[in-house]
């Protein structure tokens, strides 16, 4: 019945026992029992409408960059949000232009367009990996800016599927996160730009890609970072450096030599051999250093 109803209410992809792997950056995880792919928010709107009528779980996920989803998979239903690719670029004044991108458009495409344009702001966001919604949610950062620093609005989708638009000085940002009431999704957002010279932006996108391919083991499959920062002074990845983890290996899942704050796949590992990573570094850091470190990946899941 259930597999009706979605084939029913969406006209995007639809599978079922997809394995995960193909859509994590990692490349680990088991099979869900579905996955979908809506075109629209009025798509969205609907599958979310029958899978609480069936009482079905689901997670929205973006480009799976920092996603891990266990071996045995996930029981319930993946949400991609890569067919809400919309874009608009809007003229605010003379000197600043509003850029709004659907939740599921990736977020490189949004700093090169921003370039295009000869707007600034959104150049410390070169090469992060990962989606405009997963972006907003972990409210994501580097070198001393942050999402919410450019934030204009953000498109809601509530428990009760309404959909409205928020400023960004009405919404609840934290370091790395973005905290919303259960089951709100983020549709898309909008963010304010002020006019700079192109090759300026151009120069710094370059100067952070260049950093980022030197500091980071971009050459292997990798979530990215895998821990917040415990402190603004104390950057997670230095501490796992200190504690002596870097290079640790389970499995086919090894913590990186270049960056002590990437777990890397080498080809082989499952999705257990990099939580048995995460355990290791939490256990090792809650014992020696004193500190509970949490992580920026979202693990989902049967255990087992």
Known sequence: MLRDMLWNVISGKVVFDEPMSRHTSMGVGGTADAFVSPKS???????????????????????????IVRDRGYRGVIISMKGLHDVIVAERSPEQTSIYAGAGVALSEIVLLAAEYSLTGMEFCAGIPGSIGGAVKMNAGAYGSEIRNIIETVELMSNSEEIRKYKGNELNFEYRNLDLPADTMITGASFLLTRERKKKIQERISEIIGTRKSKHPLEYRNAGSIFKNPGRKDPAGKIIDEIGLKGTRIGGAKISEKHGNFIINLGDAKAA???????????????????????????????G
């Open 273 to 303: 051999d990099i939580i048995a990573l995460i355990d290791l570094v939490q256990k090792k850091m809650r014992n020696e250093r004193g500190i509970e470190l949490e992580t920026e990946v979202k693990i989902v899941g049967e255990n």
């Open 41 to 67: 928010a009025e798509e969205l709107r609907r599958i979310i409408a029958c899978l609480k009528r069936f009482h079905v779980p689901y997670i929205p996920v973006g480009n799976g960059t920092n996603l």
